[in-house]
């Protein structure tokens, strides 16, 4: 049987959320305050503070992953801001806030995969466990 490259990613894209043990901490909810706010380029260097004391944090990778899929012209700036505002209220448990920002993201660019990764993660925190495997 030939393993699918797409399919071992994304198996790992829907883990990698549990593999983050810490909970999120104020420099975290800043940086992400600052991305969100429309300055996208501007929260990579806190976000690269953050892992450079603690490299494996999970959500700061995805987080930086958006604003430098921001900085190499892949998604727009209003794109990135949507999915960094998504992550940000995941991170806060804000599973409704969630839902409604990446499905917003989704729909403004359906090519993007960590927007639709996050909105798969949301929906399966609220046991929409159909529509979480669509999105991942």
Known sequence: ?????????????AVAPALATETP???????????TAGDVSAAGE????ILAGRPRLVRVQRALAVVNDYELGRIDADM???????????????????????????????DYFA?????????????RLRDALAAY
């Not at 927007?115 to 046991?127: F, I, K, N, P």
Request: aromatic letters at 8%; hydrophobic letters at 50%.
């Open 80 to 110: 990135a801001a949507l999915v960094l505002d998504g992550q940000r209220f995941i991170e806060s448990a804000e599973w409704s806030k969630a839902d409604e920002t990446l499905s917003a993201a989704v729909e403004r660019n359906g």
């Open 115 to 127: 927007a639709w990764h996050d909105l798969g993660r949301v929906r399966c925190e609220h046991g």
């Open 46 to 49: 806190p976000l690269r503070a």
């Open 25 to 35: 901490d104020d420099a975290y909810f800043a940086a992400m305050a600052i991305g």
């Open 1 to 13: 049987m030939r393993v699918r490259p797409w399919l071992v990613a994304a198996g790992l894209l």
